[in-house]
């Protein structure tokens, strides 16, 4: 027969402790959600959100979605962009060479398009994982 008085002593106390905490703070967050105390941050848009409103046509090239908003992948790809300044996708042909497909040519992408469009021929034929 099991001992319950050696279950609770040594192995009950410490997962009911981890649960019951769980449990409070999957329950007290819940309710905060609920009222309205804690906004989601995906409820949020604005400069300290993680989406941004899509503002321009260059904005709107990075968004996937076509959600009206840039997520935190979306603006990384525009943010990228504009620092760095690499050529947006506009045809087909040029997306086949998007090796990372981040929705711009990078220099060894843009150099393998513009060798292969020179000699006529295509090195690349489908590039979708």
Same mark, same amino acid.
């Given at each position: 027969?099991?001992?319950?008085?050696?279950?609770?002593?040594?192995?009950?106390?410490?997962?009911?402790?981890?649960?019951?905490?769980?449990?409070?703070?999957?329950?007290?967050?819940?309710?905060?959600?609920?009222?309205?105390?804690?906004?989601?941050?995906?409820?949020?848009?604005?400069?300290?959100?993680?989406?941004?409103?899509?503002?321009?046509?260059?904005?709107?090239?990075? +968004? =996937?979605?076509?959600?009206?908003? !840039?997520?935190?992948? $979306?603006?990384?790809? &525009?943010?990228?962009? #504009?620092?760095? *300044?690499?050529?947006?996708?506009?045809?087909?042909?040029?997306?086949?060479? +998007? =090796?990372?497909?981040?929705?711009? !040519?990078?220099?060894? $992408?843009?150099?393998? &398009?513009?060798?292969? #469009?020179?000699? *006529?021929?295509?090195?690349?034929?489908?590039?979708?994982?």
């Amino acid at each position: 027969m099991i001992d319950l008085v050696s279950i609770k002593c040594h192995v009950w106390p410490m997962r009911a402790k981890v649960s019951v905490a769980m449990y409070f703070m999957i329950t007290l967050t819940g309710l905060l959600l609920s009222l309205g105390v804690v906004a989601k941050k995906t409820d949020e848009v604005g400069p300290h959100s993680s989406l941004v409103l899509v503002a321009g046509q260059t904005m709107r090239h990075f +968004d =996937i979605d076509k959600d009206g908003v !840039l997520n935190r992948y $979306e603006n990384s790809l &525009y943010n990228s962009h #504009k620092i760095f *300044g690499y050529p947006l996708i506009t045809k087909p042909s040029e997306a086949l060479y +998007d =090796i990372n497909h981040n929705l711009m !040519l990078e220099p060894f $992408e843009q150099q393998t &398009y513009l060798k292969d #469009k020179k000699s *006529g021929t295509s090195s690349r034929t489908n590039n979708k994982h």
